[in-house]
């Protein structure tokens, strides 16, 4: 079983800065893409920012600049460091992995997400 779990959310003030971080757990082989999702309340939810396991980036235009993913593939985890933030950021931020993992003696590959950690930004 793969699990990942995200820490890092808070209130803070328009202005101010998070650390976002995810670990996998489980008989993970390895993991590719990495990414962090974000959902507001009526809105669907859409792509913050993803990197690769050659930490290749790719990041949502309105977070250009003031966002920052990184991974640690030791820990089989990734961050997301967010500056500037604003109150359009307010969102519920998701961790997601597409990992290859050991099960029952076969591999298998498998979209995984975690359970969500709430960013409130205050004007």
């Known amino acids: 079983q793969v699990q990942l779990v995200e820490s890092g959310g808070g209130l803070v003030q328009a202005g101010g800065s998070l650390r976002l971080s995810c670990a996998a757990s489980?008989?993970?082989?390895?993991?590719?893409?990495m990414g962090w999702y974000r959902q507001a309340p009526g809105k669907q939810r859409e792509l913050v920012a993803t990197?690769?396991?050659?930490?290749?980036?790719n990041y949502t235009n309105s977070v250009k600049g003031r966002f920052t993913i990184s991974r640690d593939n030791a820990k089989k985890s990734v961050y997301l460091q967010m500056n500037s933030l604003k109150p359009e950021d307010t969102a519920v931020y998701y961790c997601?992995?597409?990992?290859?993992?050991?099960?029952?003696?076969?591999?298998?590959?498998?979209?995984?997400w975690g359970r969500g950690t709430q960013v409130t930004v205050s004007s």
């Open positions: 489980g008989s993970i082989l390895s993991i590719n893409i």
């Open positions: 997601n992995a597409d990992v290859r993992y050991f099960r029952g003696g076969y591999r298998y590959t498998g979209d995984y």
């Open positions: 990197i690769t396991n050659a930490r290749s980036t």
